[in-house]
Each structure stands twice: as structure tokens, then as C-alpha cells.
T-cell receptor, first 114, second 113 residues
Framework: SQTIHQWPATLVQPVGSPLSLECTVEGTSNPNLYWYRQAAGRGLQLLFYSVGIGQISSEVPQNLSASRPQDRQFILSSKKLLLSDSGFYLC?????????????FGPGTRLTVL | AQSVTQLDSQVPVFEEAPVELRCNYSSSVSVYLFWYVQYPNQGLQLLLKYLSGSTLVKGINGFEAEFNKSQTSFHLRKPSVHISDTAEYFCALHQGGSEKLVFGKGTKLTVNP
């Protein structure tokens, strides 16, 4: 069966520090991968998605970047964190290219920028 | 552009009462519709989805939703809620041919004893 992992689970970082969040998927090949952010009272915001290795689509211009160095690995990064980067970050995967398949979410990373 | 509107940000109900969480969408093409649930400090879990066929969709935990194309709605219902249903519920839309889900802002359901 497929599983999705995210780490770390929680992170407290000072403003201006770098960020690296990792997401890995097991039990499937060539998944679509997604990064979302949940800020208080703002629902889910799609940040990046990827349909293959090295292929990244950015939804919102911001202080973050994403990379997909391996088929089942998706990394979210920042060179310098802002206070507004605080939130709950969720990684998700799906198998289908046509949109009918479910997106499966990881357990999330709670990021607090102080 | 497509969008999803969840009309209620918070819904308090008593245990064993019925509940309806409202969702309206906007899209110029055919869509697939989803309801997800998020328990505190966890990821999202699929409750149910509408792809085609019968407009009444049954999901996990006793939830169901009805797709209404003329009213562009996909409301979620449960005839009798439990304390354990306390969570945030998200309606989402997936436009055919796109790789992306568009989420509503969520509805926090609180079930009180």
C-alpha cells in the first residue's frame, strides 16, 4: 500500500533562517506531487505541484521554492524565512493525470517563524 | 476561473442531530467534486467524491453528498452526527484535464454533547 511521509512534524525557526521540508511517497511510481499551505483562517493554498522529476509548477509567487530530485521525493525550501511563512504545510500525491483520482495527504509540518 | 465557496465557516450542532455543510462551485466546464475531512493537527482524508453517474454519493463515516448541476452545489450531509465528527471539512473541485484541486476555505463542524 502507499504511504506518504513528511518531516519534520513541527519546526520553529527564526526570521531570516533557511527552510527545508521533505516529503516522500512509498508504494507508487511517477506520482503527481503537491505542496499546500494552511494559514489560520485561510483554507488550503496550493503552492507547487509536480508531474515528474525536475518538473515544478508554481502557483503563487513568494518566498518559497520546490524541487523534485527523485521520483517520489518533493522538497520545499526557502533561503530566508518571513513571519508570513508560518503555517501548516501539507504534501499530497495522486496517481491519475486526468483529475479523477484522489489526492492523498501527508500528516503535515507545523512551521512557526518567530 | 473555477472556484469553490463554502458558505459557513463554522457549524455547531448537538450530538445525534442532522447536519448539512454547504458547498457551491463555479466552473465553465465539467468538474469532479470532493469532500475532505481534517482532524486537528492532521492531514486531510477523503470522505467522498463525485465523478459521474448517480448524483447522490455515499462516503465514509455515514456522510453523503448530492451533486446538483443546476444549482452548482455539492452539499455534504449526515443524518446523525457524533462527537467524533468534530473536524474541519473541505469541499474541493477538480477541473477535467487539470492537475490541480481547488479548495474551499473550509467549514469547522463542532459537535456538542
Amino acid at each position: 500500500s502507499q504511504t506518504i511521509h513528511q518531516w519534520p512534524a513541527t519546526l520553529v525557526q527564526p526570521v531570516g533562517s533557511p527552510l527545508s521540508l521533505e516529503c516522500t511517497v512509498e508504494g507508487t511510481s511517477n506520482p503527481n506531487l503537491y505542496w499546500y499551505r494552511q494559514a489560520a483562517g485561510r483554507g488550503l493554498q496550493l503552492l507547487f505541484y509536480s508531474v515528474g522529476i525536475g518538473q515544478i509548477s508554481s502557483e503563487v509567487p513568494q518566498n518559497l521554492s520546490a524541487s523534485r530530485p527523485q521520483d517520489r521525493q518533493f522538497i520545499l525550501s526557502s533561503k530566508k524565512l518571513l513571519l508570513s511563512d508560518s503555517g501548516f504545510y501539507l504534501c499530497a500525491w495522486s496517481a491519475d493525470r486526468g483529475g479523477t483520482d484522489t489526492q492523498y495527504f501527508g500528516p503535515g509540518t507545523r512551521l512557526t517563524v518567530l | 476561473a473555477q472556484s469553490v465557496t463554502q458558505l459557513d465557516s463554522q457549524v455547531p450542532v448537538f450530538e445525534e442531530a442532522p447536519v448539512e455543510l454547504r458547498c457551491n462551485y463555479s466552473s465553465s466546464v465539467s468538474v469532479y467534486l470532493f469532500w475532505y475531512v481534517q482532524y486537528p493537527n492532521q492531514g486531510l482524508q477523503l470522505l467522498l467524491k463525485y465523478l459521474s453517474g448517480s448524483t447522490l454519493v455515499k462516503g465514509i463515516n455515514g456522510f453523503e453528498a448530492e451533486f446538483n448541476k443546476s444549482q452548482t452545489s455539492f452539499h455534504l450531509r449526515k443524518p446523525s452526527v457524533h462527537i467524533s465528527d468534530t473536524a474541519e471539512y473541505f469541499c474541493a473541485l477538480h477541473q477535467g484535464g487539470s492537475e490541480k484541486l481547488v479548495f474551499g476555505k473550509g467549514t469547522k463542524l463542532t459537535v456538542n454533547p
